[in-house]
């Protein structure tokens, strides 16, 4: 059976970004494969954090993943900090068959490490070795496929380069896995500056739908999506950015194709084809908001689901540790 693991930062809610661009395949996947997914909390902490709502926000993501569908019955759902002791030991056997230089070039960190400024900020080494840690994520759980978004595709290449070597150098330990993107809306972009991916760090969230937005937040921030002064609305990345950005999101919300919303809303104005994007994430929205809204009436159940997943996680990744140390020859305890 196909292996599945991906994993998402509590650094703040979940947006539609990370809900189409991966959640949905997350959903999609536990029909076929064996899934695991993954609070990854030990990267929240790269660009400083606030210890004071680190441990909510873990929860509260992994309530997110469950109202939008994750499956506790189906799937295995852990915090990575549960499993440190493994996760962080792989990550140093990894490390010695990673470049700093691979490292440096890697886009998400120059671009993130051009965000750190101010008298007393420092580009953390945590920042660098990011991907180090997020390929022993992926490489301890067998992983075949990993459902991200288009932002992650540089990772998951890393990740491959950092096991083969691993295999190549040590003996086949590891199964090298492959990036899976959504059809629609792999990297969904800020409404405000459709240029730019929606992120949980930007500045300002009038560019960014929260899962847990109402439906009038939702509607304000559709209506005020940044456009261009034409009037068809038509699918074209590079000059209609803004548009095209709004039949992705309505395309991947409805399951509709881009072709077929661009007949039906060609001459319909902008107005009126906003209405419709926004009404859709409405729909789309509801009842995760809704199941949401009841998971986190009982954190209590929310924290056993996670021992489980976390002791299930264990059963498959500290063998994985465990035969690359011996692959490394080291002085077994
Ligand atoms: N805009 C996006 N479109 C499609 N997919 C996206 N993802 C994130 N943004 C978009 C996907 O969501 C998953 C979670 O990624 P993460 O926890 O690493 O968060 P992130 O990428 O750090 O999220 P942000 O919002 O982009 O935060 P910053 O600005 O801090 O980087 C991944 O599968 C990602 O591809």
Redesign the pocket.
Known sequence: MTRVF????P?GGL?L??H???LVNWVRMQDTADVTYCV?DL?AITMGHDPAILADRTLGLAMEFVAAGVDPDRSTLFVQSHLGDVHAEMTWLFSSVTGVGELQKMP?YRE?SERVTGKHAQVTAGLLTYPVLQTSDILLYDADEVP?????RHHIEIARDIGGRFNHRYGDVFVLPRAIFPEA?????DLQDPTA??????DSDKGRINLQDDPDRILKKVRSAQTDSGRDVAYDRADKAGISNLLEVMSAATGRSIDDLVEEYADAGYGTFKGAVAEAVVELLRPMQERHAELAADPGEMQRILADGAAKAREVSAPRLAAAKDAMGFLPA
Do not use: I, P, W, Y
């Open positions: 991906s994993g998402m930062q650094t947006h970004g990370n189409l661009g991966a990854v990267h998400q993130k991200v978004g288009e932002d992650q809306a792999a990297r969904v972009m991916k929606m992120s949980a760090s930007a």
